[in-house]
């Protein structure tokens, strides 16, 4: 069974930064693309960044290129969110997702085509 499970989120003050982490087991291999998506209250789940399965490339949404960076983690089957210079607007819920089929080179932007999710994890930046 293959679990995902997010860690890191609290809250911070503009303009301050923030490490989120995600742990995915369950499975024997690691070659499986994985992505970020945000969702506020009233807002719809939006993607924030995806890694390629080798970890090589990264993609991420305009309101975050620039000031994230995902990463791949040290442990098997884990990636990284470095969030810096965090606006009150970035408020959201994260939510960590990966799919069920390997050496996916193109990674999604749709919340639909991820098959497994984690609880998420709350990012606050207020003052």
């Known amino acids: 069974q293959v679990q995902v499970i997010e860690s890191g989120g609290g809250l911070v003050q503009p303009g301050g930064s923030l490490r989120l982490s995600c742990a995915v087991s369950?499975?024997?291999?690691?070659?499986?693309?994985m992505a970020w998506f945000r969702q506020a209250p009233g807002n719809e789940r939006e993607f924030v960044s995806a890694?390629?399965?080798?970890?090589?490339?990264?993609y991420y949404s305009d309101s975050v290129k620039g000031r994230f960076t995902m990463s791949r983690g040290g442990a098997k089957d884990t990636v990284l969110l470095q969030m810096t210079s965090l606006k009150p607007e970035d408020t959201a819920v994260y939510y960590c997702?990966?799919?069920?089929?390997?050496?996916?080179?193109?990674?999604?932007?749709?919340?639909?085509?991820?098959?497994?999710w984690g609880q998420g994890t709350q990012v606050t930046v207020s003052s």
């Open positions: 997702a990966t799919v069920s089929h390997r050496y996916q080179n193109n990674p999604s932007r749709k919340p639909e085509d991820y098959d497994y």
């Open positions: 369950g499975r024997t291999f690691s070659s499986y693309a």
């Open positions: 890694i390629k399965w080798s970890g090589t490339t990264t």
